[in-house]
């Protein structure tokens, strides 16, 4: 069984920044792509972020791409998402997932996800 547990969100000032982390528990982590997906309210979830299993590879939306970082740390199962410079419109429900195969934009191409981290940008 799998279980992704996320961490470190809270209010921040625009400008500000934050550092998402997301353990997993469960055998072969390093074997899995992962990805960062938000929720604002009354919205859908959208893509943020995508590492492959090395973390040879990132991939970021267009919206997120000179400000936030994915990495990760296989040793620790973890996965983070360093968030710098963040605006109001940043505010979100942020979820880790795991992929089914190559890292990808697509929520339904994760079969495992968090429970969710607040993040609230005030202005």
């Known amino acids: 069984q799998v279980q992704l547990v996320e961490s470190g969100g809270g209010l921040v000032q625009a400008g500000g920044s934050l550092r998402l982390s997301c353990a997993a528990s469960?055998?072969?982590?390093?074997?899995?792509?992962m990805g960062w997906f938000r929720q604002a309210s009354g919205k859908e979830r959208e893509f943020v972020a995508a590492?492959?299993?090395?973390?040879?590879?990132?991939y970021y939306a267009d919206f997120v791409k000179g400000r936030f970082t994915i990495s990760r740390d296989n040793a620790k199962n973890t996965v983070y998402l360093q968030m710098n410079s963040l605006k109001p419109e940043d505010t979100a429900v942020y979820y880790c997932?795991?992929?089914?195969?190559?890292?990808?934009?697509?929520?339904?191409?994760?079969?495992?996800w968090g429970q969710g981290t607040q993040v609230t940008v005030s202005s």
């Open positions: 590492i492959n299993w090395s973390g040879d590879n990132t």
């Open positions: 997932a795991r992929s089914r195969g190559v890292p990808t934009t697509t929520p339904r191409e994760y079969d495992y």
């Open positions: 469960g055998r072969f982590f390093s074997s899995f792509d």
